[in-house]
């Protein structure tokens, strides 16, 4: 059974930072590429930043130069960090894990950002 965990979201001022992980189970996690999305309410859900099974990391332009995402295949765990967070930001994150047609997802965390 594959399990995707995220953790690490919460209530932070504007300008504050937050770590996201997320800890993978039922996958061998160093195949997949990872990614974390969010969707805040009222909206679709969009990509925030993804990592490829090499490490090669990705991110829209919202998060470019503020979130880094890392991942540690010894952990079975992918990070978001995020820093200089804005209202914007508040949403629901969720980790991904995808290798050809097989995509699988976490619940999500709640972000949320106070001006």
């Known amino acids: 059974q594959v399990q995707l965990v995220e953790s690490g979201g919460g209530l932070v001022q504007a300008g504050g930072s937050l770590r996201l992980s997320c800890a993978a189970s039922g996958i061998i996690f160093s195949m997949y590429a990872l990614g974390w999305y969010r969707q805040a309410p009222g909206k679709q859900r969009e990509l925030v930043a993804t990592?490829?099974?090499?490490?090669?990391?990705s991110y829209a332009n919202s998060a470019k130069g503020r979130f880094t995402i890392s991942r540690d295949n010894a952990k079975n765990t992918v990070y978001l960090q995020m820093n200089s967070l804005k209202p914007e930001d508040t949403a629901v994150y969720y980790c991904?894990?995808?290798?050809?047609?097989?995509?699988?997802w976490g619940q999500g965390t709640q972000v949320t950002v106070s001006s």
């Open positions: 990592i490829t099974s090499g490490g090669s990391a």
């Open positions: 991904n894990a995808n290798k050809w047609t097989y995509d699988y």
